[in-house]
């Protein structure tokens, strides 16, 4: 079946501008994730949803980040007026349910957002 | 809290050789413990895992073993190939947090 999709794959944006990253997690999955991959860092947590609770929004670096997931499959991820510190790879994640060891994550490719 | 240290890279190794990727983990109780594999232009994905102490994991070649007494989950493998070239991220989930993923090690194998 299909995987966890993002789009785009790729973004050039100018500082100061908001970008919007969509994620298509696999179906199914009630836990959503996403994740940031800084160039020689290791994944840094965002966000996560959980079915209809409330998100865990705690590893926002900022209040120019936001997230939303809409009737608890696709998730957008918006990042307002870009800073050159927020290019990264943006990685989304999807599991069966959130909490346990048996329900490992199934990435996407992740967006490359470049702010120039 | 929970963290994952493992061992900079690039490494880079010759067709066959052994392999070895250290990771250690500072957690409390008693987290699982996983390899993901990202190959070039893809997504990162499960390579193995294990949950408990003693335990190993192993997948495609690769494995790993959890000890628990030097807090560590090494990633091994006794002959790699071209198609191994990839980055390898160690993580651990303690129940009711989050994954915590270890920086990353670059591998390049050469014919």
């Known amino acids: 079946g299909a995987g966890v999709s993002q789009s785009p794959s790729n973004k050039v944006t100018e500082k100061g501008k908001d970008v919007e990253l969509r994620c298509d997690p696999i179906?199914?999955?009630?836990?959503l994730y996403w994740y940031r991959q800084s160039l020689g860092q290791g994944l840094e947590f965002l966000i996560y949803f959980q079915g209809n609770s409330a998100p865990d929004k705690s590893g926002l670096p900022s209040d120019r980040f936001s997230a939303e997931r809409t009737g608890g499959s696709v998730s957008t991820l918006t990042i307002q007026r870009t800073q050159q510190e927020d290019s990264a790879v943006y990685l989304c994640?999807?599991?069966?349910?959130?909490?346990?060891?048996?329900?490992?994550?199934?990435f996407g490719n992740g967006t490359r957002l470049t702010v120039t | 809290g929970d963290s994952v240290t493992q061992m900079e890279g690039p490494v880079t190794l010759s067709e066959e050789a052994f392999l070895t990727i250290n990771c250690t983990y500072t957690a409390t109780g008693y987290p699982s413990l996983f390899w993901y594999v990202q190959y070039p232009g893809e997504g990162l994905q499960l390579l193995l895992k294990?949950?408990?102490?003693?335990d190993k994991g192993s997948n495609k070649g690769f494995e790993a073993t959890y000890r628990k007494e030097t807090t560590s989950f090494h990633l091994e493998k006794g002959s790699v190939q071209v198609s191994d070239s990839a980055v390898y991220f160690c993580?651990?989930?303690?129940?009711?947090?989050?994954?915590?993923f270890g920086t990353g090690t670059s591998l390049t194998v050469i014919p």
């Open positions: 993580a651990l989930f303690n129940t009711g947090n989050q994954f915590y």
């Open positions: 294990a949950t408990k102490a003693d």
């Open positions: 179906s199914g999955h009630t836990a």
């Open positions: 994640a999807s599991s069966l349910f959130h909490g346990s060891y048996n329900s490992p994550l199934h």
